[in-house]
DNA sequence: GTCTATATGAAGATAGAC
DNA sequence: GTCTATCTTCATATAGAC
């Protein structure tokens, strides 16, 4: 899951030499997915980004002024993903269920570890969060799009099983795979989530 | 989610009247569950447990001695049954996997918050209880049960993501039913657990 | 059993030197 | 861009009165 950046050092009209501010940051963004996908966003602190970063606290909010901005910056991508495939469901009237279920599984196999530190469900990180977008609801919509019109408890029920399986699957295949989806294991993890919607799709 | 607790007014030898220690360390048990759910572990303050229940820190610091403690006490319970679960579907050389599947519904549905908290996997609460209890290991056990000997990487990932469903699929089932699972319901999860799943079983 | 008051420490964040 | 030093806030936890 990291990610060996090669760090230029840059030189400036000045004579300054230095790591350019982007790496940095950079850096620092996939510091903080590691560790609050394992600790939680509540459970990381600052200073044990940086730390692991080899740099001070002060550093750190050279680049980001808060730690909610780290988030932010973190999450923001992803966001948008799903957002999108959330509106596409729920536009059109029967989206079949193989396309909505495969754009979820791409979405979280091209953001891995901060889509899972997002998606995943830490309680902390949601709470932080929600206040100002909102992936519950995006989700929901996900659902009930999946479930179709009017549907039985027992349908709703499958469907949210049929996203949590697509989650929790390209998770476990990203971890067996360091790092990488087989096409194999992309259909795989489609077939068990649409084994789980079960009838009709 | 919130049980109503009828608290007896208990009469001393001394005259002294007052809730009982044990329900109000009940109460504490119930706010901590749900705070932890909602909120996360790391999330959640002793303060904000104190608030809910009507009282100051000092008076739930008389019932447990730290936050470890209430976490201790939440999870204890289902965590022996989740290790019994695990140890059971280990021992037999192919349980059958209707059977464990179903013992994990009605493992979730006998302790629906607790289970919640701890099993939903919030990181702060992994990592602080992983010092001392394992829950990753018993699932993972659990997981390997199910997949059978010598398991090709698909089947492992379809395993976990039966393992999943049934989490999400009781949960879910849950909160439609205000709390309550119906046989119904339970069938459901575990047919779309198995679907999940797919041959063999 | 519950309160107030407080000790102690960690965490987020800022100021200013280099 | 990074450092040290510091401020502030908030959290865990304790002490002792009632």
Redesign the interface.
Known sequence: MTIDIHIPVVKYADGVSTRTASETRAKILDIAREL????????TSIADIATRLGATKGALYYHFKSKDQILDALVAEPAAALSLIAERATKHPGPPATEVLAALIDLQADHPASYLAVY??????L??YTRRHNFEEQTDQIVAALAGPQPE??R???A??AV??V???TM??LV??HGHLTA??RA??L???L????GSA
């Open positions: 609050f996908a394992i600790q939680g966003y509540a459970g995943a469900g830490d309680p902390s990180l709470k932080e408890p027992a709703l029920i499958r949210r099983i949590t399986a989650k929790e699957g476990a295949a067996l795979g194999d294991m795989e993890i077939a068990a989530a084994g789980a919607l079960g």
